[in-house]
């Protein structure tokens, strides 16, 4: 569907509202936490990088937001005993989610697939597709225990048209579009939780620049630019709106 980079949040937009964002520690998801601390909620901060998750914490706390959270956590080693952990520390703690951004990834290789590694793919695998699926059936309970909970899957262009040299990164993209289709499909006669994809697209971060070296990154939006579809999904105004695939920027010409 297409993009909301017009729309406007008014300031308590999230106002009361838990959401826990992985991959917080830069790029999109230190935006997103940010824009979603701004906007009243509660963030959680999980990330692999305890210095990077503190540094944004720092910021949302100077900026006058609600105090943060930080877990740590690397999907690289992670398992099903930490990801269930996780929930039952966030139960004590906060009794619910009000939402979910898994925005963590991993880009792998840009390589022929006749030449990719197979430890590699299984990495990308993990991060990208495996790890967010099983934390996901981990923190059901808690998105159920919301009223109104927003499940956000970030997604990638070569996740909903495979592109040459792409491997893994490409394969694991469809899968979360899948499982996406797939969870929001079992859950479409509650209206209480929606689950949607998001992709970013080409966006100023440091995974946009490993894909793209002799790009100009002054000829991409910024993080901060695209936020309006990422407060538009996680906030009120997108409520009963599910299983549907969102763009967070017009396509380049």
Known sequence: MSCKIDYQARPDLLAG????????GDGIGREAAKAYAA????????????????????EIEAAGGPQPAIFPLNFEGATLKDFHDMAETL???????????????????LTPFEQYDPALWEQ?????????????????????????????????SVGRKGRAYWGAYAVSKFATEGFMQVLADE????????????NPGATRTQ?????????????????????????????????GVTGEQFDAQPPRA
């Not at 509202?17 to 917080?24: K, P």
């Not at 906007?39 to 720092?58: F, M, P, S």
């Not at 000829?219 to 999904?233: K, N």
């Open 39 to 58: 906007h009243g909620a509660t963030v959680i901060l999980l990330g692999r990088t305890v210095a990077k998750l503190e540094a944004v914490y720092d």
């Open 124 to 156: 990308v695998m993990q991060v990208n597709a495996n790890g967010p699926i099983w934390m996901t059936q981990a923190l059901m309970p808690l998105l159920l225990s919301s009223d109104d909970a927003s499940l956000v899957f970030t997604s990638s």
């Open 91 to 109: 139960d004590k703690e906060f009794g619910r989610l009000d939402g979910v951004l898994h925005n963590a990834g991993l880009l792998g290789r």
């Open 187 to 198: 859950f479409v006669n509650n209206p209480g939780i929606r689950i949607n994809s998001l």
């Open 207 to 239: 995974m946009r620049k490993t894909a793209y070296p002799g790009e100009d990154p002054n000829s991409l939006r910024r993080p901060a630019d695209i936020m309006p579809t990422y407060l538009w999904l996680m906030g009120p105004d997108s409520r």
């Open 17 to 24: 509202r838990v959401i826990l964002i992985t991959g917080a």
